[in-house]
């Protein structure tokens, strides 16, 4: 391969410099920039304005170049569309923001020689950078998406590279090819499938971005292996990925849990809260949110606002018809009203008092342990598994 580029990026600069990455790294880059595996319409993430904007390589070749480059997330598929003409309601593929890519690629250690099974293929562009760290024909890419298979599996080839690109479920991995030093996943996954600590060659290690269903801001995990087959490691540092399509959480229609009439359901609960949107939900990859995901299990949450500013929190069960809603204005307390066989906000106040007095822990403070009984989440070592009384 030839490099097409002769800058290093500052974001890999800065990750070859704090000894993340080794230099050879830096020769896969400059080789396979981004824009060889990007779709001739794109929408990048505006740092500034924090939206997708519409950029169309036929009309802006210069635009587009630029953005390519640019160190932010390129979402290229709305809503499941082959070829979407605007922005839909949900990215259902992207290309990764390349700092991003680069710190995985560091967390995953993976080495020439090794066997990789990289899933989520998506453009092909992590696929193809494993695919020339290691040798040919010792990466397997599982895509789910036929089409975004086919168009990655393409791009992978016009640059010279082998990697065997196969359409499917990732949870069931590739058992052809097993087994693998090194299984990495680009979509947030809610468990962690059997098939892939089963695909794992003992010592070898899995990397997956991991969420609750309260929200998608989830953890990066990095688990090795077992002789034994029981997968264990940390939480490493807070990511956003999109979701498993098979594990995709349904729409909530409020109706299903309140009566569309208005008024509260005979059993209401009334009570309040000093906690606030800023201690929960409000800051950007903070923990204590995905904490609260981890201990108040099958729960989503929705927000709205009135006029007046106040902001209404939602919580719905997804187990049973459970419900809670806290209005906060600028009372010192906010109001709570709840409902259904589960006190959702109840649930949510006890585990926020458990985190605090651990004493705030980050998303590196915990660590996931994958067995024959399942998956346990613990805090700062495996003997040490999250309170089971406030996970019920």
């Known amino acids: 391969m030839t490099p097409a580029t002769t800058t290093t990026p500052e974001w890999l600069a800065e990750a070859v410099a704090s000894g993340r990455l080794d230099a050879g790294w830096v020769q896969v880059f400059a080789a396979l920039p981004r824009s060889l595996f990007l779709p001739d319409v794109i929408w990048p993430k505006d740092p500034d304005s924090g939206q997708n904007v519409r950029v169309d390589r036929r009309r802006d070749p210069s635009g587009w170049a630029a953005w390519a480059e640019q160190d932010v997330p390129i979402v290229t598929q709305w809503d499941d569309q082959p070829d979407p003409a605007a922005a839909g309601q949900t990215a259902t593929s992207s290309s990764s923001q390349p700092s991003l890519v680069a710190g995985m690629l560091a967390d995953l250690d993976v080495r020439p020689g090794h066997r990789v099974l990289d899933l989520g293929v998506g453009t092909g562009w992590t696929t193809a950078l494993l695919a020339a760290r290691v040798a040919a024909g010792t990466v397997v890419g599982i895509e789910y998406d036929p089409a975004v298979a086919e168009a990655a599996r393409a791009r992978i080839t016009a640059v010279g590279l082998v990697a065997d690109v196969i359409v499917g479920d990732g949870a069931a991995g590739w058992p052809d090819g097993a087994p693998y030093d090194r299984v990495q996943c680009t979509y947030a996954v809610r468990r962690i499938p059997t098939a892939w600590v089963e695909q794992t060659r003992p010592g070898g290690v899995i990397l997956a971005p991991w969420e609750t269903t309260l929200t998608h801001q989830g953890a990066l995990v990095r688990l090795t292996v077992q002789e034994d087959g029981i997968a264990s490691g940390p939480f490493l540092w807070p990511v956003r990925?999109?979701?498993?399509?098979?594990?995709?959480?349904?729409?909530?229609?409020?109706?299903?849990?309140?009566?569309?009439?208005?008024?509260?359901?005979?059993?209401?609960?009334?009570?309040?809260?000093?906690?606030?949107?800023?201690?929960?939900?409000?800051?950007?990859?903070?923990?204590?949110?995905?904490?609260?995901?981890?201990?108040?299990?099958?729960?989503?949450?929705?927000?709205?606002?009135?006029?007046?500013?106040?902001?209404?929190?939602?919580?719905?069960?997804?187990?049973?018809?459970?419900?809670?809603?806290?209005?906060?204005?600028?009372?010192?307390?906010?109001?709570?009203?709840?409902?259904?066989?589960?006190?959702?906000?109840?649930?949510?106040?006890?585990?926020?008092?458990?985190?605090?007095?651990?004493?705030?822990?980050g998303h590196e403070d915990f660590g996931l342990t994958v067995g024959p009984d399942g998956e346990r989440v613990w805090l700062r070592s495996p003997d040490r598994p999250l309170p089971a009384t406030l996970a019920g």
């Not at 009566?259 to 800051?283: F, I, Q, Y």
């Not at 919580?315 to 959702?344: H, K, N, T």
């Open 241 to 361: 990925f999109m979701g498993s399509r098979p594990e995709r959480t349904p729409q909530i229609d409020r109706n299903d849990y309140l009566p569309p009439g208005g008024g509260w359901p005979p059993g209401t609960v009334e009570s309040a809260t000093r906690l606030r949107p800023a201690d929960l939900w409000a800051t950007p990859y903070g923990p204590a949110w995905w904490m609260i995901g981890l201990l108040v299990p099958d729960m989503v949450y929705a927000t709205s606002s009135r006029k007046d500013g106040t902001v209404l929190g939602w919580l719905f069960s997804l187990r049973c018809r459970s419900w809670a809603i806290a209005f906060f204005d600028d009372a010192p307390e906010a109001e709570v009203y709840q409902g259904g066989p589960r006190r959702l906000w109840d649930e949510v106040e006890a585990a926020h008092r458990w985190w605090t007095e651990q004493g705030r822990p």
